[in-house]
């Protein structure tokens, strides 16, 4: 035998094979289990048991790191399916888009699947504004008033980096002081993404009314165990009175509400 070759009888290389036998079926369960997984515990409204769109996955596949498929999944697998699909008319918005990681998706998957369908962004490109209480304690220090700031610069570098058409429109400004005019009408599908909840209560005074039948808005930080507790109190404060009176679907920490038809 020459010195350096290895024979099966030899004690260390039937270990190592036969170890490598015994993990045969969980890299297997690894590499095929999807993608979806059950919404955490607080999301309560209905239990869906969400599979992504399979022309989204390939998207992302391409082009978002891997650590954010979850809930970007959802977010654009919802786009498609509930506006593209269904030719919901009007624009898609994102109100606090920090530096463009969600916007640039949201551009590729409009690119590629509905290139006519306008896009506007919204920030105040200054970070948060400050707390109330029912945001509860601030826990990290990014979280502070003026935290989380991009400059929209930084947000229309991302873009170009990226060779991708800007958005429609980029408009600066807290959400409230921001013009009406500058809200398009009708809109087909909006993201709401400002953490805080007169962040995202301002969201809904802005977009609701204008929101086509059909049309969908889905809010980061439903949820009231994470950072951001405001968020899903100020859905809930708003929608109380209207007909949605909630979330319809939740998955990961995104609530997800349909405008009803106007009576
Ligand atoms: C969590 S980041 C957005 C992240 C982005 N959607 C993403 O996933 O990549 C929150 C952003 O909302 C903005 N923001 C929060 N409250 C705002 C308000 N009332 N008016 C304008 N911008 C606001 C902040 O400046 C920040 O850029």
Not at 82 to 96: K, N, Y
Request: glycine fraction near 8%.
């Amino acid at each position: 035998m020459a010195a350096g070759s290895y024979t099966w009888r030899q004690p260390q290389v039937r270990h190592w094979c036969s170890l490598a036998l015994a993990m045969l079926p969980l890299l297997r369960q690894c590499s095929s289990r999807p993608i979806v997984q059950k919404p955490i515990s607080e999301c309560e409204p209905s239990h869906t048991n969400f599979t992504a769109d399979s022309e989204v996955e390939t998207e992302l596949r391409h082009y978002a790191p891997r650590k954010w498929h979850g809930k970007l999944d959802y977010l654009l697998s919802t786009l498609k399916r509930r506006v593209v699909d269904r030719r919901i008319p009007g624009a898609v918005v994102e109100l606090g888009t920090f530096e463009g990681q969600t916007s640039h998706m949201f551009r590729r998957l409009i690119d590629k699947f509905d290139p006519g369908r306008p896009f506007h962004c919204y920030d105040s490109f200054q970070g948060l504004p400050s707390r109330r209480p029912e945001d509860s304690k601030q826990v990290r220090k990014e979280d502070g008033e003026g935290g989380m700031r991009a400059g929209r610069d930084e947000f229309i570098e991302r873009f170009k980096r990226e060779r991708l058409r800007l958005p429609d429109g980029i408009h600066e400004g807290f959400f409230a002081d921001i013009a009406a005019s500058e809200y398009p009408s009708p809109i087909a599908f909006a993201y709401f993404d400002g953490d805080l909840y007169s962040s995202i209560l301002d969201s809904f005074k802005m977009v609701y009314h204008k929101m086509s039948p059909g049309g969908v808005i889905m809010v980061h930080d439903y949820t009231t165990e994470g950072l951001f507790p405001g968020a899903k109190k100020a859905i809930e404060d708003f929608l109380r009175d209207k007909p949605e009176h909630g979330v319809l679907e939740c998955y990961s920490i995104i609530g997800m509400v349909v405008k009803a038809e106007s009576k």
